[in-house]
């Protein structure tokens, strides 16, 4: 059926082959590798590292947090959603290729006691010990001289020795804290996600310290904002969010579980070497690279 | 005001200063540049190269083909809308992070006579003569040996002689022909457009054949398909296509007028060394690069 031919030759960034294709050949796309992949290739997602996000109509997104790469962000944000801060909060940008941007739109609402300090020294963290669990993308990168995935994450890196500087790219569904003018970094009380090409210009301007792992298309099929910077104006409606919670802090019943690639596995290096090289029924031309934003580390719900 | 400032630090890919800040300082922003860019560094688009889709609800996008990079393709999407073809088929696929695609979801319209043949000999053009107008992006690219710009479109080319060959990248906004298995190559009545991170990797295996210039967002907030690969489910709506019209098939009146920036101009360069290195009154840390999907080239309404 010609319609499902077509659709094949614009495959998802994760398809899963059928079973039996899987048990009869080695896997040909980066989706099949996924799809394959033992359980020891796949960590599971610490509850205090996960933020379920409720907006109105009860749709909810997941977010998962990186401590080792915003750990004062990380800490704020943890401390905002145990206070419920975000609560009756609202999505207030949503500017085209750009962000989709959510906060207190008043700016006027208190924020809870017990913030870290933030600073822009936050931005880049050292390699160090990161180094062992370092995976390189062996291509060329137009923003860093070095780039790879450590615990799951993609990095960009001045360097790759452990004296060396890493950062969490603005690939797209990564978040980054909004802020003032610069010294000042931000608390964490003002979030963005990417929606279009990654804005890599933002890269050590800007705490990142997560990303969507669930949900993203409740944000990214809103209405854009026709204000300035893609703001909603007095006259446009600012989508409520109900509630963000700490998975950490809900009832057992209701924790999602979910899992990431395991970065230094077998199956993570098979699954970039075919993002890098898709030659399959639909496939010509390899590329011989593929982008560090292109490239999302595999994520799942526990099975 | 807060919340003023924010937004600033997620500046837009296009911002506008005001006027004031225009007459006293050289531009420090890509946006700056393009609003202080002179008459003669710009182009005007011709009505022949512009398809206006017209959607349900009465939104109009604007698209700008690429002759000199799809020659057989766009002489049918040429004959198609000419034709009318496309009026009453609908847009039958919303995939998040990756392409929304338009066309016959029946496969049963019959195809207007005179359609080109087209090969996968079309995807990659020789650069020839294109050279003369090539402008380099001097930053390296994961998925191309050079890249660059000519007559106003971003190019990805396997050598920078004139012998190399040339094809348009799959950046955000950028419009592909479906296909069935190759060698097909499509007929160009089946299209998609970019709505994530720029898939490259399907550069070189599908023709690509211009971009939205006008209207995007109508095509982004669209809910997303809960079928395979984002396709609409039957028990899903697929939004109605009313018309797809050639400018040069509209009424004088109603033809649309806009110009893209001469990528030969200075105002382009200086566009180009402020998307790489964003120093202004928020960017702490210029990149020292750009993506070639994330220097679009800029494109306005003919004043």
Same mark, same amino acid.
């Given at each position: 059926?010609?319609?499902?031919?077509?659709?094949?030759?614009?495959?998802? $960034?994760?398809?899963?082959?059928?079973?039996?294709?899987?048990?009869?050949?080695?896997?040909?796309?980066?989706?099949?590798v996924?799809?394959?992949?033992?359980?020891?290739?796949?960590?599971?997602?610490?509850?205090?590292?996960?933020?379920?996000?409720?907006?109105?109509?009860?749709?909810?997104?997941?977010?998962?947090?990186?401590?080792?790469? !915003?750990?004062?962000?990380?800490?704020?944000?943890?401390?905002?959603?145990?206070?419920?801060?975000?609560?009756?909060?609202?999505?207030?940008?949503?500017?085209?290729?750009?962000?989709?941007?959510?906060?207190?739109?008043?700016?006027?609402?208190?924020?809870?006691?017990?913030l870290?300090?933030?600073?822009?020294a936050?931005?880049?963290?050292? $390699?160090?010990?990161?180094?062992?669990?370092?995976?390189?993308?062996p291509?060329?990168?137009?923003?860093?001289?070095?780039?790879?995935?450590? +615990?799951?994450?993609?990095?960009?890196?001045?360097?790759?020795?452990?004296?060396a500087?890493?950062?969490?790219?603005?690939?797209?569904?990564?978040?980054?804290? !909004?802020?003032?003018?610069s010294?000042?970094?931000?608390? !964490?009380?003002?979030?963005?996600?990417?929606?279009?090409?990654?804005?890599?210009?933002?890269?050590r301007?800007?705490?990142?310290?997560?990303?969507?792992?669930?949900?993203?298309?409740?944000?990214?099929?809103?209405?854009?904002?026709?204000?300035?910077?893609?703001?909603?104006?007095?006259?446009?409606?600012?989508?409520?969010?109900?509630?963000?919670?700490?998975?950490?802090?809900?009832?057992?019943?209701?924790?999602?579980?979910?899992?990431?690639?395991?970065?230094?596995?077998?199956?993570?290096?098979d699954?970039?070497?075919?993002?890098?090289?898709?030659?399959? +029924?639909?496939?010509?031309?390899?590329?011989?690279?593929?982008?560090?934003?292109?490239?999302?580390?595999?994520?799942?719900?526990?099975?």
């Amino acid at each position: 059926m010609t319609l499902r031919i077509r659709a094949a030759l614009l495959a998802p $960034l994760i398809a899963i082959l059928p079973l039996a294709a899987q048990a009869a050949d080695p896997p040909a796309t980066p989706g099949a590798v996924v799809a394959q992949a033992p359980a020891n290739a796949w960590h599971a997602i610490p509850a205090q590292d996960l933020l379920v996000m409720t907006i109105e109509g009860g749709k909810k997104l997941v977010i998962q947090l990186a401590p080792q790469f !915003g750990p004062h962000h990380v800490a704020n944000i943890r401390t905002l959603a145990t206070a419920h801060w975000w609560d009756g909060t609202s999505i207030n940008r949503v500017q085209e290729n750009y962000v989709v941007q959510w906060g207190d739109a008043t700016e006027k609402k208190p924020l809870p006691g017990g913030l870290a300090p933030t600073s822009p020294a936050d931005y880049v963290q050292p $390699l160090g010990a990161m180094k062992a669990r370092l995976t390189r993308l062996p291509y060329p990168d137009p923003y860093a001289p070095a780039t790879g995935f450590v +615990d799951g994450w993609p990095v960009a890196m001045d360097g790759s020795g452990e004296g060396a500087g890493a950062w969490l790219p603005h690939c797209y569904g990564m978040i980054g804290v !909004g802020r003032n003018m610069s010294p000042d970094a931000g608390t !964490g009380a003002e979030l963005y996600t990417v929606i279009g090409q990654a804005p890599r210009q933002l890269d050590r301007n800007i705490a990142v310290v997560g990303r969507i792992v669930e949900g993203m298309s409740a944000l990214t099929s809103l209405p854009r904002g026709s204000g300035e910077l893609g703001f909603y104006t007095e006259a446009e409606r600012k989508l409520p969010i109900i509630s963000v919670r700490l998975a950490s802090d809900l009832p057992q019943a209701e924790q999602p579980h979910f899992q990431v690639m395991d970065t230094t596995s077998a199956s993570f290096a098979d699954y970039l070497r075919l993002r890098a090289n898709r030659k399959d +029924d639909f496939y010509d031309r390899p590329a011989g690279g593929v982008d560090l934003c292109n490239a999302p580390v595999p994520v799942r719900r526990a099975p």
